[in-house]
T-cell receptor, first 116, second 117 residues
């Protein structure tokens, strides 16, 4: 089974509007970490936000927030007030266990296009 | 913040030659680095985990004799693609993680685009 599933290959959003990028995960571990990365056309991977499995509050970082629904095993990324510079690939990732050196599993990505 | 660099950023080589890619952690010591491969419009695939002073751990299906990894110091890991062929053309990205910090993420290098003719 896929560890990380991103079901939206591509998304369009109007500038200044909010958009939600979906991510579901599969693990039997009680302790894990969930991450979102942005990859612009240049290729660099930019860390956006992190959610620990034991965190009770949804993570927020500026315009990014993570809608963490543990029972549903989903970790959707919400981008508020979209900007043209948000157009990029977005990857959801998971690290199982507490060890920060454990393997990361990446989803297949969602290509976001922000329209002016 | 923590920075990871890669060199070269782009390389074109002839089939049959070997290519070395360097991954350096600039602001911190990285006992563990990771090498990923990404084909166009696909996700990142972990190739191997590079440990300073010991042998790398390769993922299933990755040929260790073809993708040689050396992690000789706490700030440098190298990936050598030996006898490269056109199917090895890809985007190679390294990452490093910092031990003992609350920050849970890994820091990625800017990637190296390899084109084998």
């Amino acid at each position: 089974a896929q560890k990380i599933t991103q079901t939206q290959p591509g998304m369009f959003v109007q500038e200044k509007e909010a958009v939600t990028l979906d991510c579901t995960y599969d693990t039997s571990d009680q302790s894990y970490g969930l991450f979102w990365y942005k990859q612009p056309s240049s290729g660099e991977m930019i860390f956006l936000i992190y959610q620990g499995s034991y965190d009770e509050q949804n993570a927020t970082e500026g315009r990014y927030s993570l809608n963490f629904q543990k029972a549903r095993k989903s970790a959707n990324l919400v981008i508020s007030a979209s900007q043209l510079g948000d157009s990029a690939m977005y990857f959801c990732a998971m690290r199982e266990g507490r060890n920060n050196f454990n393997k990361f599993y990446f989803g297949s990505g969602t290509k976001l296009n922000v329209k002016p | 913040g923590a920075v990871v660099s890669q060199h070269p950023s782009r390389v074109i080589c002839k089939s049959g030659t070997s290519v070395k890619i360097e991954c350096r952690s600039l602001d911190f010591q990285a006992t563990t680095m990771f090498w990923y491969r990404q084909f166009p419009k696909q996700s990142l695939m972990l190739m191997a985990t590079s440990n300073e002073g010991s042998k790398a751990t390769y993922e299933q299906g990755v040929e260790k004799d073809k993708f040689l990894i050396n992690h000789a110091s706490l700030t440098l890991s190298t990936l050598t693609v030996t006898s490269a062929h056109p199917e090895d053309s890809s985007f190679y990205i390294c990452s490093a993680r910092i031990s003992g910090l609350a920050v849970q993420t890994q820091y990625f290098g800017p990637g190296t685009r390899l084109l084998v003719l």
